[in-house]
T-cell receptor, first 115, second 114 residues
Framework: AQKVTQAQTEISVVEKEDVTLDCVYETRDTTYYLFWYKQPPSGELVFLIRRNSFDEQNEISGRYSWNFQKSTSSFNFTITASQVVDSAVYFC????????????FGTGTRLQVTL | EAGVTQFPSHSVIEKGQTVTLRCDPISGHDNLYWYRRVMGKEIKFLLH????????ESGMPNNRFLAERTGGTYSTLKVQPAELEDSGVYFC????????????FGEGSRLTVL
C-alpha cells in the first residue's frame, strides 16, 4: 500500500522568509513518481513538479526547490523568499511508474504568507 | 487549449437528494479520474476511466455513487441519495493515454449536503 504524509497542517510565514514543506512517503513499488501540486484559493490543482525514483538530483525552478532523499523517503519542497501569492494548499503525491495508475495524495499543507 | 472543466462549481443539497457532477476532460485525453477531498483530509481516488471503460473503481465509497463516461468524452458522477458525509470537493483530472505523468486537474465541484 502507498501512503503520503504531510505532517505540517498549516504554516504561516512573513513575506521574504524561506519555508520548507515536508513530505514523507511509503511505497513497496521500486519505481515511482513523486509530485507536488498547488491549490490556490481559486480551487484548481496546479502541477508543480514530477520526479521519478531513479533520479535523486535536487531541482530548482526559480524560487522553488525540491529535495528528494530516497534514503529517508522524503521529497521536501522549499520556497525561497516567499511571496503573498504563494499562499495556497500544497499537496505531495505518489504514483507507480509504468501505468496510468492513481495518485496517492497527502493531506496537504496550508501555507499562509503575510506582509 | 481548454483545461479540465467541472460543473457545477458548488452545489448545496439536502440529505436524500440527488446531485450530478460533470467533468469535461482535456480534448484527446483518454484517461479520466475522479478524486474527492473531504474537509481537512487527503485527496482520495474514486475511480479511473480509460475512454468509456472503468479501469479502476476501487475508491468508490458505496453504491450511492455512479460514474459514467458515455462515448469516452465527458463524465458524470451521480450521488443518489446524498448523505452528510458526501460533502467535500470532487476533483476531476485527465491525462493522455500513456498516463505516465502529469494529471491535469479541474477546479473541483464543491458539494455541501445539509
Amino acid at each position: 500500500a502507498q501512503k503520503v504524509t504531510q505532517a505540517q497542517t498549516e504554516i504561516s510565514v512573513v513575506e521574504k522568509e524561506d519555508v520548507t514543506l515536508d513530505c514523507v512517503y511509503e511505497t513497496r513499488d521500486t519505481t515511482y513518481y513523486l509530485f507536488w501540486y498547488k491549490q490556490p484559493p481559486s480551487g484548481e490543482l496546479v502541477f508543480l513538479i514530477r520526479r521519478n525514483s531513479f533520479d535523486e538530483q535536487n531541482e530548482i525552478s526559480g524560487r522553488y526547490s525540491w529535495n528528494f532523499q530516497k534514503s529517508t523517503s522524503s521529497f521536501n519542497f522549499t520556497i525561497t523568499a516567499s511571496q503573498v501569492v504563494d499562499s495556497a494548499v500544497y499537496f505531495c503525491a505518489l504514483k507507480k511508474i509504468g501505468t496510468a495508475s492513481k495518485l496517492t495524495f497527502g493531506t496537504g499543507t496550508r501555507l499562509q504568507v503575510t506582509l | 487549449e481548454a483545461g479540465v472543466t467541472q460543473f457545477p462549481s458548488h452545489s448545496v443539497i439536502e440529505k436524500g437528494q440527488t446531485v450530478t457532477l460533470r467533468c469535461d476532460p482535456i480534448s484527446g485525453h483518454d484517461n479520466l479520474y475522479w478524486y474527492r477531498r473531504v474537509m481537512g483530509k487527503e485527496i482520495k481516488f474514486l475511480l479511473h476511466f480509460v475512454k468509456e471503460s472503468k479501469q479502476d473503481e476501487s475508491g468508490m465509497p458505496n453504491n450511492r455513487f455512479l460514474a459514467e463516461r458515455t462515448g469516452g468524452t465527458y463524465s458524470t458522477l451521480k450521488v443518489q441519495p446524498a448523505e452528510l458525509e458526501d460533502s467535500g470537493v470532487y476533483f476531476c483530472a485527465s491525462s493522455q493515454l500513456s498516463g505516465a505523468g502529469e494529471l491535469f486537474f479541474g477546479e473541483g465541484s464543491r458539494l455541501t449536503v445539509l
